[in-house]
């Protein structure tokens, strides 16, 4: 595809992909649990966005993000269940052992990487609607509204859930210390 | 400070950083959708009509509009003989 027309649909696919890849990506880390199979599912729907233009260009911000939304929800419920188990067991503190910013004191590393990894095994055993909403909220940057609103539920509903998750999670890093 | 105060800054902190270590950085976005536009879209440029037109009008009024003698030098040269080893 090349010309004008290319140019405008690339324009529209990089904005969709700027305004809706954190929140998309959100929901699907709290649908899977997972980080790698999150990113292998958001490179697919934007896949399906950048193959289908016509599905949402034109459409105003609030239905070009119930799209996008509709196709991950889809995509999550093909794909995702058959792998989550087994990316599960990849240890969590391996992956977060390579982020360690330089110079910094390798104990408190070590101890910050191990809360963190215990974290993380709390959230994955979170029940899935409450782990979605925290990842829209936590890692999408969403307050208790958005998130109502893309999950179709009162705000009220999302602030229970919210507190309920940090609640259990609570619960989980006192029993893990 | 109360037990409970620490214990949400606690988890606070530790949310933050779970966060931090699982959203995607500025290079991985970036790689993820030059991926993405590097794969051919499917179907056609939805402007392949006016582009395919554009070039056929450009071509008819070009050669209609020319005198006999710059069309004369617009037309493809006849291919050179092939000259024998003589």
């Known amino acids: 595809m090349s010309g004008p027309g290319a140019r405008d649909a690339e324009r529209d696919f990089d904005r969709l992909y700027e305004e809706q890849r954190r929140a998309v990506h959100a929901f699907l880390l709290g649908r899977t649990g997972d980080r790698e199979t999150a990113r292998d599912l958001l490179q697919e729907v934007f896949l399906r966005a950048w193959r289908h233009p016509d599905s949402w260009r034109g459409l105003p911000p609030d239905r070009q993000r119930a799209w996008v939304f509709a196709v991950a929800r889809n995509l999550v419920i093909d794909v995702h269940r058959g792998r989550v188990s087994a990316d599960a067991a990849r240890s969590a503190l391996e992956r977060a052992a390579a982020t360690a910013p330089p110079g910094e004191d390798p104990a408190a590393r070590a101890e910050l990487n191990e809360r963190v990894a215990l974290l993380e095994r709390a959230i994955r055993r979170l029940p899935e609607r409450l782990r979605v909403v925290l990842s829209l909220h936590v890692v999408g940057g969403l307050n208790s509204s958005e998130v109502a609103e893309l999950l179709g539920e009162p705000p009220g509903t999302v602030r229970y859930h919210l507190s309920q998750a940090r609640r259990e999670l609570a619960a989980a890093l006192g029993a893990g210390s | ?86």
């Open chain 2, 1 to 86: 400070m109360s037990d409970q105060q620490l214990r949400d800054e606690d988890l606070d902190g530790l949310l933050g950083e779970w966060a931090a270590r699982s959203r995607l950085t500025a290079g991985e976005a970036e790689a993820l959708r030059l991926a993405v536009v590097r794969t051919r879209p499917a179907g056609l440029d939805p402007a392949w009509w006016a582009t395919l037109m554009g070039q056929v009008s450009a071509t008819v009024i070009q050669a209609t509009a020319l005198p006999d003698g710059a069309r004369a030098a617009l037309r493809p040269l006849r291919p050179l003989a092939v000259l024998g080893p003589g």
